[in-house]
C-alpha cells in the first residue's frame, strides 16, 4: 500500500474514533444507546419515564467560541482547546471563556429532562468535561445533524415566550454546520411564529448563519409587514458578517418607506460601516422628509469613528437649515469632548 495512502486512512480512522467517543462525564451513572428510530421518538421514550435525566450526543458544528485559557479550580486543561469543567447543574460553569475562535469541527448537544419536560437545552465543546451533578447520563451514538436540527425546531416552536428552553434550543440549532439550520431557522423566523419566536430566529439567522442566513433576511425584508419587525430586522442585518449586508442597511436606510425602519437602519449603519456610512447618513439629514429620521441620523454621525463624525457634525452645524437639526448638532458636539467640536462651540459662543 502506498505510504501516504496508508497515514490518510489511519488519520482518517483516528478522526471517527474521536468524534465518536464516550465524552467525559463525572458524578453520574452513564448509560450509551443508539438514538434508534429517530431522535424526537427516543426524547419522547425517556419523557414517558418522567425521571430527571441528561441526554447528549455530537453533531457538526460551525465555528464557535470556546474555552482555552486555565484559570479554574480544577487547574487542569486538555488539548482540545476546553479548560476546567462544565457544571451541568450548576449556576455556571468552571471554565474560562475567550473571544477565540475554533475551526468548523463538532459539538456536544445537551437535553435535560425532568418529570416528562425538556427543561434545559445547551451545547458544549467537543472534549470538555462535564460534571452531571448525580442525574443520570444517556449518551446517544448516531444522531444525524438534520435530525437534530428539526428536533430543536420543534422544541423552539412550542415553548412559551417565558420558557428558557426555546431559547437555548435556538441557539443551538444555530450551530449546526448544516443548511438545513438556515432552512428552519428562516421557517421560524416567518408567520404564523409568535412575534417573540420570529424576533429570536431572525436575530440567529444574522448572528450565525452568514451568507445563507443574510439571503433569509433579505427575504424577510421583503415580505414583512409589521413595522416592529421589520425595525429589528435593522439590526439582525447589521450583525451578519456578509460584506452585502452593509449594502442592505443602506437600502433599508435610502428608501425604506417606513420612518421607524430607516431610523433604525441609520443608527445600525453608522455602528457597522463607519466610512462607507457617512454619505448615508448625509443624505437622510439633508433629504429624508421625517424630523425623527433626520435626528437620528445626527445622532448617528456622533456614533461614528471622532475622525469622521465629528466634521460632519460642525458641517451640519454650520450649514443645516433646519434648526432642529442644527440644535441636536451642536448638543452631540458637546458630549463628544473633541478638541475640535470645543474649538468649534467656543467660536461660535464669541460671534
Known sequence: MNSHLAIALVLSASAVAFSGQQPRISNTQLNTEPVGPGLSATVTR????????????EVPALPRNHSSSCGDSYGSSSDDGC????????????????????????????LRLDHGSVNKVRSTNVGCRMNAGGVPFTWLTGVQPEDSVHFLAQLAGQSTTENRVGEGALATLAQHATPVATTELATLASPPSSTRLREKAAFWLGAERGHEGLLALEKLVRSEQDPKL??????DLSINHDPAATDDLLALAKSDTNPGVRSQAIFWLAQKAGKKAG?????????????QVKKKAVFALSQLPKDEGIPQLIHVAQTNTNPAVRKDAFFWLGQSGDPRALSYLESVLKQ
Open 230 to 235: 421589520r425595525e429589528k430586522l435593522a439590526f
Open 46 to 57: 425517556f419523557q414517558h419515564s418522567n425521571q430527571q435525566l441528561w441526554i447528549g450526543y
Open 279 to 291: 454619505a448615508a447618513l448625509t443624505n437622510a439629514i439633508e433629504n429624508d422628509p421625517d424630523q
Open 83 to 110: 479548560c476546567g469543567e462544565v457544571q451541568l447543574e450548576g449556576s455556571r460553569d468552571n471554565v474560562t471563556d475567550t473571544a477565540q475562535k475554533t475551526e468548523p469541527g463538532r459539538m456536544y448537544v445537551l
